[in-house]
T-cell receptor
């Protein structure tokens, strides 16, 4: 079967750095997405990786290792507004999106 | 803003009643999706559409039907709602000009089946 694993919940301090990991086992791979979802709201697109390496976008970076079936989302200079769930999703060989259950990130002052 | 609106945003209904959720887009995108989101689960695809009258099943399609009679509207129908269909339903579109294929989501419809 296809599976995406993420930690259920993480806690970090305002101003710090946090890394949210995602591991996947899917039938094929055609790209990996990270989405942010604030409580009670819709998911919004953060990043896309299809090649190995690090993609940086402001305070957020996303890393991919296809050989290890692994990605992480790195959030720097954490702000209270970063409190949200972070969803990892993978395009499989048929370009179907497989979603992880999400990681709830709690930011403390 | 991809111009997606869902209605109703909140609905409480009783077991056995029919329910229709509407997703409306303003930008003529071809691909539209219906997902449900439940605690402890990732987003799960119910049905999707790749054009007018062209739809296909997702991984959790049992108990749901869809229709797309015009480009801008994608309807999700629960013919006879059950308590297991209590969930938050999200409509999404894939924008035509995207290189990555990311989805844009509507605000969600929270359905409670008593």
């Amino acid at each position: 079967g296809q599976n995406i694993d993420q930690p259920t919940e993480m806690t970090a301090t305002e101003g710090a750095i946090v890394q949210i990991n995602c591991t996947y086992q899917t039938s094929g791979f055609n790209g990996l997405f990270w989405y942010q979802q604030h409580a009670g709201e819709a998911p919004t697109f953060l990043s896309y990786n299809v090649l190995d390496g690090l993609e940086e976008k402001g305070r957020f970076s996303s890393f991919l290792s296809r050989s290890k079936g692994y990605s992480y989302l790195l959030l720097k200079e954490l702000q209270m507004k970063d409190s949200a769930s972070y969803l990892c999703a993978v395009f499989d060989s048929n370009y179907q999106l497989i979603w992880g259950a999400g990681t709830k990130l709690i930011i403390k002052p | 803003d991809a111009g997606i609106t869902q209605s109703p945003r909140h609905k409480v209904t009783e077991t056995g009643t029919p329910v229709t959720l509407r997703c409306h887009q303003t930008e003529n995108h071809r691909y539209m999706y219906w997902y449900r989101q439940d605690p402890g689960h990732g987003l799960r695809l119910i049905h999707y559409s790749y054009g007018v009258k062209d739809t296909d099943k997702g991984e959790v399609s049992d108990g749901y039907s869809v229709s797309r009679s015009k480009t801008e509207d994608f309807l999700l129908t629960l013919e006879s709602a059950t308590s297991s269909q209590t969930s938050v339903y999200f409509c999404a579109i894939k924008t035509s000009g995207s290189d990555t294929g990311e989805l844009f989501f509507g605000e969600g419809s929270r359905l409670t089946v008593l």
